[in-house]
């Protein structure tokens, strides 16, 4: 591979030269996936003159793994001829994908530029709903006859496969097109040649339906170590397959949307480094702005207990500490329960079981920050005696006490709130650390002063 | 696919009657990933009657799919025989993840019940460090001479690729073992048969070290859509191949890693309902007292403005929404580069656009809240007089001013340190939200405080 250092300047001079020939070979030996991010940043004209150099299977492959935005460019600055052809040779799962990004009049014009073959394929793809399926499907697969021999079913093969995006497994369907099993191409080729295609069948198979969620998809693909599986109708009639390599990408897209939420604000949707900002900051202002409203309750709250806060100041001194805390617990409880869900760990029936843990977690974790709690205070008192007043003793017992509740609190909402979000028919992920921590932050401050009026009563208070 | 309810009760049925043909042809239809967890409940006898009755390949296949626990359990039954058969038969690469979770000492005697080769392959396998491409790599595949035709590469692969892991991409070595290229079973199967191998070589190809840590093959498996990718050592000699499917799982148990640390707490290495309380305890408790001893911080810097609290208690109604606003802006910073970084969106050079870009985002999200917050405090005033007493304008003023300031500072902090963080070698994921939070409200303080005098200078304070 050559040093990528100067790839961009070497192809510059070439096509300035118009030395089409030495553009060629010097393309040759690299990877589409590699040579994808570096033109990108050619300018636009000498994208297209390379585009017109290449071959129509490299140039659709590197057009795949191009950026949209290099790829919109691209297609503009291409004669309607030559966008047509590269269009026409994309994969129909990568080209689904990529109409799909685009305006509706963009979309409809491209589709206009395909072939009536293909631009009928394109329009059933775009026809199934977001996130399924139907969408990632691709077309090319092989389907042979179970009264086939292997032989015939190679020669099969080597005629009709050339433009089959994954020869990996072969389909073995019956006169009406129903799905009979998928076989790994390898039994074919570890077979002799005049046995039957029937006796290789094994039973073992299993399909997606087009309107499937993706996460199904992804489910069923780590569940089975399949490199593709098969797409069927209502009548388990074949109509697609679906492949491992946009499963990996369906895993970090929905990974991704995951970790936004949970880290308190819409998913991007879009890379964070090229969104727009305005973009970015009304989906993070959405839910800033609902955590702000409530925490605006933790203002009404000490309002009510003004009074016990101007008689005690000492009290307001722990209140960011304990009343943290139990956020940090919640926290951590909703994080590990949103995941354990995602990955299918355990089922909406067992809430008892994760309340149980919970609260067991929850009581351990707060006798042990009540424990340093009361060390500190205790140390401080003695170290710099009047820090926290006369009454220290009683200062250290209700920050103490206040902790082992409001962690357990914590623990217990951070656990169960996801859980009934999801019984109420929404994404967990939407109960994210912020989330609970302003709802923790609200309540805790009421378990904070109430432990002080019982602890402080006669006294302080 | 028989029904899921009953299986169980019929297959003991079967081995109660010790029918050992009805049970075979019972358990024919099944997959072995479907199989699995239905008999995984079976007791452990009756587990391992089973096993004594299916082919080696179809047990083997089942024991991948099983969970650890059954794995341990079923094995000790078994007779020595019986194990050391099962474990001869497993694929390398899922032997060493069994090997892998096992105690050293069991580990050392199941190797012991390996054939020489199988053992020499084990052994070689689990010499390379936790999470490398190494442990992941399977020996199973097929290397044909770029000299030979291609029907003696297809002669051969026939004969000898039958217990190869994957036949989907077959590699072309010289005399030296040393990796030429590799090619996708299907350009074979596609070629005249009298074209020699050579012919089909395009130099289009990519490997792996095995000391190449798993998130790097995770990438390059995305970058290059293959299923698999070889592994040579440093003389460029093959040594192994990884295949796709165990790359579902490297990215499913990375975003479970990353997301856990960003709920703030250590990553728990195994699921969320199985693993011990003492020890899920044990991993949340080290992050909660570090934030908790961080927190502390608050108490002390509190201690500090007693003087001013006392003066003006209204300023503790307003401290935890204020400074909380703080925490959520990082906590949303922290997340989406952290989550960025990992899918490698920018480089460590590019702080400066990153720094750019949250602090106009978080001077437009703080402007948002702080318009909030000043219209909350001036109704309220207006419907309810005196609530913050005579001089409410001035506290909104110190509301509104802090909060742009606060929510500024907690996005320039929670993008930043993850940066940081990542510069000085560590994982950037351990800046998690609730870390970025207890920062922002330790220094959130000093800018609450230091904006209240300044405004209420004369007045309040």
Redesign the interface.
């Known amino acids: 591979m050559p040093a990528q250092a100067n790839v961009k300047a070497d192809i510059s001079v070439l096509i300035a030269r118009k030395d089409l020939a030495a553009l060629k070979k010097y393309l040759?030996?690299w990877?589409p996936?590699d040579l994808a991010p570096l033109i990108a940043e050619l300018p636009v004209e000498e994208l297209a003159a390379l585009f017109r150099v290449g071959s129509r299977e490299l140039d659709a492959a590197t057009f795949t793994?191009m950026a949209l935005d290099a790829q919109r460019k691209l297609l503009k600055v291409l004669t309607q001829e030559q966008a047509a052809a590269l269009l026409n040779a994309l994969p129909p799962d990568d080209r689904t994908t990529f109409l799909n990004e685009l305006p509706l009049d963009v979309a409809m014009q491209m589709l206009g530029m395909l072939s009536p073959n293909e631009r009928q394929v394109a329009q059933s793809l775009l026809a199934y709903p977001d996130h399924s399926v139907g969408r990632m499907m691709t077309l090319d697969y092989v389907a042979v006859h179970p009264e086939w021999s292997v032989r015939e079913a190679?020669d099969y093969?080597?005629e009709h496969?050339?433009d089959?995006e994954t020869?990996?497994m072969v389909y073995v369907v019956d006169e009406a097109g129903h799905l009979v099993d998928d076989i790994?191409?390898?039994r074919f080729?570890?077979s002799p040649l005049d046995r039957p295609v029937k006796a290789l069948l094994d039973?073992?198979?299993?399909w997606l339906a087009p309107t499937d969620d993706r996460e199904k998809a992804?489910g069923l693909?780590?569940?089975?170590?399949?490199?593709a599986l098969p797409v069927v109708d209502e009548n388990k009639k074949i109509i697609g397959i679906v492949t491992?390599?946009d499963?990996?990408?369906v895993?970090?897209e929905e990974?991704?949307e995951?970790?936004?939420k949970?880290?308190?604000?819409e998913a991007?949707d879009e890379?964070?480094?090229t969104i727009a900002?305005s973009k970015?900051?009304k989906k993070?202002?959405s839910?800033?702005?609902i955590?702000?409203?409530g925490?605006?309750l933790?203002?009404t709250a000490?309002?009510y207990y003004?009074g016990e806060?101007?008689k005690a100041?000492v009290l307001?001194?722990?209140?960011?500490?304990v009343?943290?805390?139990g956020?940090?617990?919640g926290?951590?409880a909703?994080?590990?329960?949103?995941?354990?869900l995602a990955?299918g760990?355990?089922k909406l029936k067992?809430w008892w079981?994760?309340m149980r843990?919970e609260l067991?977690?929850g009581l351990?974790?707060g006798l042990?920050?009540g424990v340093?709690?009361v060390v500190?205070i205790s140390v401080w008192s003695y170290v710099f005696p009047n820090?926290y007043g006369d009454h220290w003793g009683l200062v250290a017992a209700t920050v103490g006490v206040s902790l082992v509740g409001i962690?357990m609190w914590g623990s217990l909402m951070g656990s169960m709130l996801p859980l009934v979000i999801k019984r109420c028919g929404f994404d967990p992920a939407t109960s994210s650390?912020?989330f609970i921590?302003?709802l923790v932050?609200v309540t805790g401050?009421i378990i904070y002063f109430t432990v002080a009026l019982v602890i402080m009563r006669g006294t302080l208070l």
């Open positions: 040759e030996p990877l996936a793994y190679l093969i080597r496969g050339y089959r020869l990996n790994r191409v390898r080729l570890l039973g073992n198979y299993t992804l693909f780590r569940k089975f170590d399949r490199v491992v390599d499963m990996l990408d895993a970090e990974a991704t995951d970790i936004q949970l880290g308190g604000s991007l890379p964070y480094t900002l970015m900051v993070r202002a839910w800033l702005v955590l702000f409203l925490e605006m933790t203002a000490l309002k003004e806060l101007a100041i307001s001194l722990f209140l960011p500490l009343v943290s805390s956020g940090n617990a926290s951590q909703a994080t590990l329960v949103i995941r354990a990955l760990e355990f067992d079981r994760i843990r067991a977690a351990a974790l042990i920050l340093i709690g500190r820090t962690v650390a912020p921590a302003t932050d401050l």
